[in-house]
């Protein structure tokens, strides 16, 4: 099975392009950076017992004071930034991934029911899509945050704030899925195999599920590449303003708004170093979906 893959042409695509590997090269180190922190990071900064309030704000190895246990230096709580970057990137990661799953799961339903239903159920739900794409996500995900929160017992906060960053962008996510979706299975419902399934007697959803879903991923697998960079800078933007993920949850955006109130003063390597990972790192998310969308696509072909 893996030759036949090797040799099939979307391998063969893969391989002719130098984007793509080189986006998924640097894809594949960050995440198992990110995976494997606790077995590489130098460093673990949720160990409070192992930080030192003297080990804070010294530079990278590679300048004059550098110290080479921190070889991108540390924060102001004496944290090592390459420890933090690969703690943080496995938190932005995590909040990313479960909010696309979510906004999967969302999407993808309401697309099949309102494409195979049709009628007004059809008109409800996409006027309901049409509005909520009149707004910015990260404007939905603020707002959404902000009234959960606020609804939220205090004891409760702490506790679920990553639940309720999941949610925030998952819930500003989900309309591209649902249009994609609903395109896909209003031509797919005219087919003669879902006309053959209808007289046989299977009922709606397990049409709509064994039959039409499955012919309607392709799109969605790419728009959820795509989107899976925007969700790790809205969860990075949330962070910087403060209204997202705490300090105590070193994520790439904690870390980029914590550097910001030291880089006039001249400790530029706390926020530098988390910016060019998450700039990195959805650039090559970005790239590899751009790719996998014209690799996809049989008139590009």
Avoid: C
């Amino acid at each position: 099975m893996l030759r036949r893959f090797l040799d099939s042409d979307f391998a063969y695509a893969f391989r002719r392009s130098p984007v793509a590997v080189i986006s998924t090269l640097v894809v594949v180190v960050v995440v198992l950076a990110a995976l494997l922190a606790p077995y590489l990071a130098p460093h673990n900064p949720f160990d409070l017992a192992s930080l030192d309030l003297m080990d804070s704000l010294k530079p990278p190895v590679f300048s004059a004071d550098g110290d080479s246990a921190f070889p991108l230096g540390t924060d102001d709580q004496g944290r090592d930034v390459l420890s933090t970057i690969m703690y943080g990137t496995r938190i932005s990661l995590e909040v990313a991934v479960l909010a696309i799953g979510f906004s999967l799961v969302v999407g993808i339903s309401i697309g099949l029911l309102a494409g195979y239903a049709g009628g007004a159920v059809d008109a409800v739900l996409m006027r309901i899509v049409d509005v909520q794409l009149t707004f910015p996500a990260i404007l939905i995900a603020l707002l959404v945050d902000g009234v959960v929160r606020a609804l939220l017992p205090r004891e409760m906060q702490e506790a679920l704030e990553i639940d309720v960053i999941v949610f925030a962008i998952g819930i500003s996510r989900w309309p591209q899925f649902a249009r994609t979706v609903r395109g896909s299975t209003l031509i797919e419902r005219g087919r003669d195999y879902v006309m053959a399934a209808r007289v046989i007697g299977i009922s709606s959803a397990r049409i709509m599920i064994s039959h039409i879903l499955p012919n309607v991923l392709g799109p969605v697998l790419v728009i959820a590449t795509l989107n899976l960079g925007l969700a790790i800078l809205d969860e990075a933007t949330l962070s910087f303003l403060g209204v997202g993920l705490p300090p105590t949850e070193p994520s790439l955006g904690t870390l980029i708004r914590i550097g910001n109130n030291f880089l006039f003063s001249g400790e530029w390597w706390i926020t530098i170093f988390p910016g060019l990972t998450l700039a990195a790192m959805v650039l090559s998310i970005n790239l590899l979906g751009d790719w996998l969308r014209d690799a996809l696509n049989p008139r590009l072909r």
